[in-house]
């Protein structure tokens, strides 16, 4: 499923006061990188994630749905929801190929910019919610890319490995929220999306 938006120019999660023309954003599929060596590399800033497991095809999903109920869930921007899905697309940004794709569909859609997620961890829970033998462990980079030239106009990045209390006492009150239990890595990815789009500029739903 596929959104489009209409919201300010961004720089870096901050919206650009010189800016005059909104940008159309057009939301992509989450992409995850190739594992190498138990590292994956985010295709737009080159950052390596090292125990890089993603669950697949469950944690891209997951991280897509859950964007797209936030997306959906605004009414300060517009935007247009396609019916399927996978015509969000898969796409590699740092393949030129996969760049002259990115365009053509952008310009068929009538946007000149896109959201474009990195799933880079989905590790789930081994155990229950009361006794976890590995923790639920998450990574993910969401960015707003020009399609002209793919510059950056704003990123957002999560990374959590639920850690026991005793050796985070700092999260006392995320612990607290979640129940003092060991939650699943969809939760962590809600987590990490209710910070995230705190940057998010020019939609307060985004911003729970």
Not at 13 to 31: F, H, I, M
Not at 32 to 44: D, F, I, L
Request: proline share 5%.
């Amino acid at each position: 499923m596929a959104v489009l938006l209409v919201l300010p120019a961004l720089i870096y999660g901050r919206a650009s006061s010189e800016a005059v023309e909104a940008k159309v954003v057009l939301q992509l599929y989450p992409y995850v990188p190739v594992e190498m060596h138990g590292v994956r590399k985010c295709p737009v800033c080159g950052f390596n994630v090292p125990d890089a497991k993603v669950k697949e095809p469950e944690g891209a999903q997951v991280l897509h749905e859950l964007i797209t109920k936030r997306l959906l869930a605004t009414e300060s921007c517009k935007f247009i929801v396609q019916d399927d899905y996978r015509d969000a697309g898969y796409y590699d940004v740092s393949d030129e190929a996969d760049r002259i794709e990115i365009r053509e569909l952008a310009a068929e859609k009538g946007s000149d910019a896109v959201l474009y997620p990195v799933l880079l961890r989905y590790r789930e829970r081994v155990g229950n919610q009361f006794a976890a033998s590995m923790p639920a462990a998450v990574a993910f980079h969401i960015y707003i890319l020009d399609v002209e030239e793919f510059g950056m106009l704003w990123r957002g990045a999560y990374s959590e490995e639920q850690a026991p209390l005793s050796n985070n006492l700092l999260g006392f009150m995320q612990a607290y929220r979640r129940g003092f239990k060991w939650v699943k890595a969809d939760r962590l990815i809600e987590d990490g999306l209710n910070r995230v789009f705190k940057s998010f500029p020019g939609c307060e739903a985004l911003e729970r």
